[in-house]
Structures are given as C-alpha cells and as structure tokens.
C-alpha cells in the first residue's frame, strides 16, 4: 500500500498477504484524487470511509489534509493493520472504528462531506449502499458519495448520481447530495 500525495507521500506500507481486502489500485487512486481535488478542499473535509480494509483511502485522505477521518472495518486483522500504520504515521485525526457497516451506518448521527465506500464486490447489498447512505443523511448537503464497485453496477438511475468513472478494472460511481 502506497500513499500517492500529500504530507505523506510516497510512504509504503507492507500488507499482509493473508489479507482478503481488495485495496484500490494505486492508478484509480491517484486518477480519482485528481478529479476530486478540482472539487474538494480536504483541509475543509471531514471524511468517512466505509469498508476500509487496509485503510489506503483513510490514510490518503488524511496525507492530503482532512482534519477527521473516520474509517469502519469489521475483519479484525485489517482493524488491527490500520491502527499500526495509524501509529506509525502518528496520525491522530484517524478514527478507526471496528464495526458492521450497515450496523455503522444505522446508528451514525453524524453527517460527512466525503465518503469513500468500498465494499466487497460479493457483498449482496452492495446495490442498496448510496440508498441507505443518504437515507441515513450521512452526506451532508454539498457532500459528495464515491461507491467503487464492479462494472456490472449502474448507478446512473439514483437522483444523486453525477458520473461514474472507470480506471482499468476499478469503477467509481460519484453522487452528490446536492441533488438528493
């Protein structure tokens, strides 16, 4: 796991190959970042990202500025890798927490102006997660929902939908609660 911009560029981080996370490439990354910091300011953002796995995104975030990131993970392993990397980076404004997801998302009372989601690509409710998000009211208005996902999603038929995007095999879907 590479961190592509920001304070802790270049940074790299051994994952375990035991590990079942997908953690996005570093190409969509880096191509994704791109697009979003013509639109976002991340030393005004407060991030959540959902299914963190190894923390890449959590961790990129923060690299780029965000005063808060909240990441959620359930698999025990992976909460544990990103609490070590947390503590070698002495990241404070990370704030992993290890917990179900949809469990997360029904007992948040907070609201966001990013979220990152990368659930499994297996996982049955995947196509119900932008639905439950803004249902939730965890974007706050303005906010901005990036869901990766596999290519046989489409998302374009959500009031919130403002494009998706393809880097390689890696697909994100971007919807905005300015529209919801």
């Given at each position: 796991?590479?961190?592509?911009?920001?304070?802790?560029?270049?940074?790299?981080?051994?994952?375990?190959r035991?590990?079942?996370?997908?953690p996005?490439?570093?190409?969509?990354?880096e191509?994704?970042?791109?697009?979003?910091?013509?639109?976002i300011?991340?030393?005004?953002?407060?991030?959540?990202?959902?299914?963190?796995?190894?923390g890449?995104?959590?961790?990129?975030?923060?690299s780029?500025?965000?005063?808060?990131?909240i990441c959620?993970?359930?698999?025990?392993?992976?909460?544990?890798f990103?609490?070590?990397v947390?503590?070698?980076?002495?990241?404070?404004?990370?704030?992993?927490?290890?917990?179900?997801?949809?469990?997360?998302?029904?007992?948040?009372?907070?609201?966001?102006?990013?979220i990152?989601?990368?659930?499994?690509?297996?996982l049955?409710?995947?196509?119900?997660?932008?639905?439950?998000i803004?249902?939730?009211?965890?974007?706050?208005?303005?906010?901005?929902?990036?869901?990766?996902?596999?290519?046989?999603?489409?998302?374009s038929?959500?009031?919130?939908?403002?494009?998706?995007?393809?880097?390689?095999?890696?697909?994100?879907?971007?919807?905005?609660?300015?529209?919801?």
């Open positions: 796991m590479r961190i592509v911009s920001g304070k802790y560029r270049g940074r790299q981080f051994d994952v375990p035991s590990f079942k996370a997908r996005t490439t570093d190409f969509a990354k191509n994704l970042f791109n697009i979003l910091s013509n639109r300011n991340w030393e005004d953002t407060i991030a959540l990202d959902l299914f963190a796995g190894t890449s995104i959590s961790f990129e975030l923060l780029r500025g965000c005063p808060e990131v959620v993970e359930r698999d025990a392993a992976h909460y544990a990103i609490k070590k947390k503590a070698e980076l002495k990241a404070e404004h990370l704030i992993p927490i290890k917990a179900d997801v949809f469990r997360f998302i029904e007992t948040c009372n907070r609201s966001f102006d990013f990152f989601a990368d659930p499994p690509f297996a049955p409710e995947l196509a119900q997660l932008p639905e439950l803004f249902r939730y009211n965890l974007v706050k208005p303005g906010g901005l929902l990036v869901l990766e996902h596999p290519k046989e999603y489409d998302f038929i959500l009031s919130g939908f403002e494009q998706h995007r393809v880097y390689g095999a890696v697909n994100f879907s971007l919807l905005s609660s300015q529209y919801i």
